[in-house]
């Protein structure tokens, strides 16, 4: 079994003793620094779009929701509890951010398929057939799309993020018992369309 | 432990999530004697292989930072909420400014501190009006504006009404 990246939220800033605090950082945004912010961007960029890439596939809009994050962030901070993590309530923003996003874009395209419109690239039989072309990451992307949203997030965000379940826990803010139980149906779902899918594969290769 | 419960279990198994020795120990034992939650947790561990693959660090590689951009439009939203908060203070100067003129309008001329002041029993003595109290003239600033007829304080002023305000 491949052995878990354990970094945390803030593992970046636990890395380098030199580096300073979250803690410190937020204070001296607050302070009216923004300067000090910067450092939280460029400390936390990579990883939130990591996280909104999983949900969202293109590139320019998954960095249009990035900095979307950080701007509530920044315009938020004087919600922020000090006493608490940086990283979970900047994670938290953006997950549901994206989520939201990812909804609304959802009934968009239920709103495409019941109008009369034929939707644009019509299924043409001739045509290669396009899954050789799928590496096993989009396929794997395909199958998690296909899991409800509630544990979806939470195989993403586990599986795929290697967020602890009680970071997970405060970024979707419900409790860590729920997390694990829905990390379990999530994997047992995961499991049951990925046998699935793999059969239908088979069945496919048969036909030919 | 029933199966329901196992799999659920298995499942945290799988990706190193299920910490508590204990429930690790009981699930081994359900496991070791029930095939179809044997059978479970082998086919469960090959899929989390698949997620493992998938789970590829190098998934998103930042071109650049995104700080300068984003600077910008913090900038940007900081001049914005500038000049509105200045567009505010010329009406709010212009609305201070009428209340101000409005209270000194409405405030009366000073009165004749040696003036008797009468209460309302007397008032009615001398000017009697007949029907509702409210229509006849405002009472005056110094007035008490409050009936205290029920007080005792009002009853002894019925009682004596040319007397007038203790301490005037």
């Known amino acids: 079994m491949k052995t878990r990246i354990t970094d945390s939220v803030d593992g970046m800033a636990v890395d380098s ?8 950082l937020v204070d001296e945004t607050r302070r009216g620094d923004q300067a000090a912010f910067g450092q939280l961007v460029q400390r936390y960029e990579r990883r939130l779009m990591r996280v909104v890439l999983r949900f969202i596939s ?18 938020r901070l004087d919600q922020f509890d000090p006493s608490r993590r940086f990283g979970p309530w900047l994670f938290r923003i953006g997950v549901n951010l994206t989520l939201d996003f990812h909804r609304k874009r959802k009934r968009r395209i239920w709103s495409i398929f019941f109008t009369d419109r034929a939707p644009e690239g019509n299924f043409d039989p001739q045509a290669a057939d396009p899954r050789p072309e799928l590496d096993l990451q989009q396929e794997v992307q395909q199958v998690i799309a296909q899991i409800p949203e509630k544990y979806r997030t939470v195989l993403v965000l586990r ?10 826990a405060a970024i979707l803010d419900r409790k860590e018992t729920t997390i694990r139980w829905r990390l379990a149906e999530a994997r047992n779902r995961f499991q049951e369309l990925w046998e699935k899918r793999e059969v239908i594969h088979r069945r496919a290769d048969h036909e030919q | 432990m029933n199966c329901r419960e196992a799999k659920a ?3 945290l198994l799988v990706g190193n999530d299920l910490e508590d020795a204990g429930a690790r ?12 939650c044997r059978g479970h947790y082998q ?8 997620l493992e693959q998938a ?17 910008t439009r913090l900038r940007h939203r900081q001049q914005e909420q500038k000049p509105s908060r200045r567009q505010w203070w010329p009406l709010a100067s212009f609305l201070a400014a009428c209340i101000v003129v409005v209270a000194i309008i409405n405030t009366p001329a000073p009165e004749h501190s040696h003036a008797p002041v009468v209460d309302r029993g007397m008032m009615s003595e001398l000017f009697p009006v007949s029907g509702d109290v409210s229509q006849g003239p405002l009472p005056h600033r110094d007035e008490p504006t409050t009936d205290d007829s029920d007080t005792p304080a009002g009853k002894q002023n019925k009682s004596k009404p040319n007397q007038s305000h203790p301490g005037r």
């Open chain 1, 17 to 24: 003793a030199s580096q300073p605090s979250d803690a410190r």
């Open chain 1, 58 to 75: 293109d590139l320019d809009l998954a960095e249009d929701l990035a900095q979307e994050t950080f701007l509530r962030a920044y315009e």
């Open chain 1, 159 to 168: 599986d795929l993020e290697n967020f602890s379940t009680s970071e997970i």
């Open chain 2, 9 to 11: 279990e298995i499942a």
């Open chain 2, 25 to 36: 120990e009981s699930l081994r034992r359900h496991v070791s004697a029930c095939p179809e």
């Open chain 2, 43 to 50: 086919r469960l561990k090959q899929t989390f292989k698949v």
């Open chain 2, 55 to 71: 789970d590829k660090t190098e998934t998103f590689e930042v071109r650049e930072s995104m700080w300068p951009a984003l600077s």
